[in-house]
């Protein structure tokens, strides 16, 4: 059995620690892969997996093993593949590990997500190494068959198509939700803080839909929480005309999958729900994680051309995805938006099928390890 060694350091939030802990899980699930995952800020990973505990040194679950990363990093056995989560920087005595190993480990440097042309020339390319004679290779996830992929377990559709009527009666409920009224229209919203947000919540309150929102815990719930001048604590509903908003706790991972499963149109944010809302075959709207000179804006674009290449309502999608990302008036965009929720929904499937083609980035990243072995 391949020992695998995944390194994650938390920059912020929790998309690193989300991809890496899929990654692990999906490893030793579909692969028999032996896994340790080393997380530097634990409490962040308690947070989407609460039977963690956040200051153990090492603990096991689902079969992973989850280790401290300490600043002290202990001198340890390196593993046969070694995982450097989007460039973190694994320990120098690492490094030394690995290259006293008598077969050099497959060291591969898994990047962040674009759906830019640039990656798919950088994919798979090698990074020489200044100070030892390891070879890392860097693999990017991505929406074509020239990248790695996107991570999707084996059971993820049959899942999602089994989540039908009952089962989400039953979801509702074990979040203390209200059960939904006929014809209402329910709606995520996981985003960073957005100027937008207070345009679209007067939007929804002055109709013509009756709109619940589900409003996930940090920037979300706090600009929420502003915008109607009430404390917002996770479970309580505020109302305003057609508008309900019920505040969320901070939920375990598969249940937030299937709360993007559950809902009509999710709003998601950065990398690793951005993904599962694709998977979710519901409309979406992505805010990219904020970054400096507005690279962010360029990743939107970027992502669009490919996504609306033939989508019927493409301009609809555009219009409503840039005025929440600060180009233009969300209020009439969102208008255009749901009047063209069927189609979207459509082309939300045909685009998972498409994504389905590239292959799932694990299976891609254990055929791209045995290629490297063989050099
Ligand atoms: O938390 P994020 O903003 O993470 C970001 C991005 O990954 C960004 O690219 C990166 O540079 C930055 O972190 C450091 O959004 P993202 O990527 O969607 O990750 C959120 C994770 O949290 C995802 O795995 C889903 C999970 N989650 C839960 O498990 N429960 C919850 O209740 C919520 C709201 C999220």
Known sequence: MRRWDIFC????????VGVCWRLARQLADEHGADVRLWIDRLPSFARLCPTASPDAEAQRIEGIEICRWPVEFPNVEAADVVIEAFACQL???YIAAMS????APAWINLEYLSAESWVEGCHRLPSPQMNNSLAKYFFFPGFTRRTGGLLRERGLSAARDAFGETAEGDFWRSLGAPARREGELRVLLFCYENAALPELLRRWAEGPETVTVFVT???AADQTADWFGEPFSA???LRKSMLSAFSLPYLPQPIFDRLLWACDVNFVRGEDSFVRAQWADRPFVWQPYPQSEETHLVKL???LSRYLESCEPAEAVRQCWNA???RGGIATAWTDFIANRAAIERHCKDWANLLDQTGDLVHN?????LEIEDL
């Open 9 to 16: 350091k938390v920059v912020d939030n929790f998309g690193d």
């Open 91 to 93: 320990p120098e005595n």
């Open 100 to 103: 006293r190993r008598g077969e």
């Open 217 to 219: 815990p940090g920037a």
């Open 235 to 237: 479970g309580s509903i």
């Open 301 to 303: 674009d970027a992502f």
């Open 324 to 326: 929440w990302n600060g």
């Open 365 to 369: 990243l254990v055929s791209f390890v």
